[in-house]
Nanobody
Framework: QVQLKESGGGSVQPGESLTLSCAHT????????MAWFRQAPGKEPEGVAG???????TYTNSVKGRFDISRDKGKNTLLLQMNNLNPEDTAMYFC???????????????????WGQGTQVTVSS
């Protein structure tokens, strides 16, 4: 079982940036498929960005060119750099992890057995 804990959320104005972090307790030498999801009030959760163990990244269309997912293996941390934020990015953000490859399921919620508690991101003027 991998424990995940997100941090870095907050309230910002449109156009500003935030960096989310997800610290995990997994084996730093293991291969993980990891992803960020978000859920806005009254909406279904959606996959935002994913990263495979080989470093291949996937983004949902609405964040391409603005968000960047990366992994600091030495610190067992998953990062999400979010630039040019807009009000539509307001949501609770969760990180998720699964040992092994992502296959084609990187944005499938049921694919991940390990989830963090979430960190709130609010974008408003």
């Amino acid at each position: 079982q991998v424990q995940l804990k997100e941090s870095g959320g907050g309230s910002v104005q449109p156009g500003e940036s935030l960096t989310l972090s997800c610290a995990h307790t997994g084996n730093p030498y293991a291969r993980y498929c990891m992803a960020w999801f978000r859920q806005a009030p009254g909406k279904e959760p959606e996959g935002v960005a994913g990263i495979a163990s080989d470093g291949i990244t996937t983004y949902t269309n609405s964040v391409k060119g603005r968000f960047d997912i990366s992994r600091d293996k030495g610190k067992n941390t998953l990062l999400l750099q979010m630039n040019n934020l807009n009000p539509e990015d307001t949501a609770m953000y969760f990180c998720a992890a699964r040992v092994g490859t992502c296959y084609l399921a990187v944005f499938r919620i049921s694919f991940y057995p390990n989830w963090g508690q979430g960190t709130q991101v609010t974008v408003s003027s």
